[in-house]
């Protein structure tokens, strides 16, 4: 028996709604968004994140390294960049290309030029560190 999840919108109630992630001061947040309020919500910070530098306390820890003194375990402020949706639709497109075949892992972090081929040959993808919608 096959079972569907549906998301509706924390904002509207709408239906095919997408769990976002949302860093705002010391704290990270989830909301559930339609693609048009994700898209307006990105029109509203586009002027403020378009000016922004990424955070170099962060850096480390996003790259996958460590900063001195940090274990694996405080390592809070990363956010993922993928739903889990998105991450089966890269696996499946890269074990399809010839340069990854065999070599993509079923869980775990994607490697990043797995990432940045799907990216380039899906330019519609928006993956959440982006700051501009591209739909």
């Not at 998301?7 to 693609?35: F, K, M, V």
């Not at 898209?39 to 170099?56: E, F, G, K, N, W």
């Not at 405080?74 to 497109?93: A, C, H, L, Y």
């Not at 519609?124 to 591209?134: C, G, I």
């Amino acid at each position: 028996m096959a079972v569907t999840q549906i998301i509706e919108s924390d904002l509207s109630q709408a239906s095919g709604a997408t769990t976002r992630h949302i860093g705002l001061g010391n704290a990270w947040y989830e909301i559930d968004l339609t693609d048009d309020e994700y898209t307006q919500m990105c029109q509203v910070l586009d002027p403020y994140i378009s000016h922004a530098r990424p955070d170099s306390r962060l850096s480390a820890g996003a790259r996958g390294g460590r900063g001195p003194g940090r274990s694996r375990s405080d390592r809070t402020g990363e956010v993922p960049i993928t739903t889990p949706e998105q991450r089966d639709k890269i696996r499946s497109w890269a074990r399809e290309q010839p340069e990854f075949a065999g070599t993509v892992k079923d869980a775990g972090r994607i490697r990043k030029e797995i990432l940045v081929a799907y990216r380039e040959a899906h330019p519609e993808m928006r993956f959440e560190w982006e700051s501009s919608p591209s739909f």
